[in-house]
């Protein structure tokens, strides 16, 4: 195993979510999820920081998953990116309801951030549109019914910016009937 420890654990990630073994590039993802990874989820609002911590916990399955001992504390200790975050939080609503599994959730995100169409065929012509759509999100510039993030609603009370991603989450599940 010579192959760098950010590779090897981009590459399970990866396996997560997405089917690793595809050769077709517009059946393939891998440049879009290593632009969510190589970018940080940074948390804004109070309780978004056990998103963060969720995403990073995944470090700790890969070594144990892949029965790798752990390099320094500082690799471990980098800040979330946004594709451990959404992998991480998919993983936990996958057991919060019945109707979509943790690879659906993810794809749904994706979906909801207008980011699903952007397979390695076509990346190049699209790759601008990336960092756009990762600083609505991740800066909270989406509209105040989610759209523009993870959960865009139909309709609510609340201002989506200013709610954590989970409750977010919970409004959405009503709002779009799932259970």
Known sequence: MNEPIDELYFNWLYAKVA?????????????????????????????DDNRAQEGKNLRRDFFR???????????????????????????????????????????????????????????HENAYRIPQILDLFVWRLYDDLGRGGLFPLNETTHDQRKLELWYQFCEYVIDHDIS
């Open 19 to 47: 089917r690793h073994n595809v050769t077709t590039p517009s059946n393939r993802y891998q440049s879009l999820l290593y632009a969510l990874h190589s970018t940080e989820f940074v948390w804004l609002v109070t309780g």
């Open 65 to 123: 998953e892949s029965r790798i001992t752990e390099p320094d504390d500082s690799w471990i200790f980098l800040d979330c990116s946004i594709l451990e975050m959404m992998i991480a939080l998919a993983q936990r609503l996958e057991f919060q309801t019945e109707d979509l599994n943790a690879t659906e959730w993810f794809w749904t995100f994706l979906d909801n951030l207008g980011l699903s169409d952007i397979s390695d065929a076509v990346y």
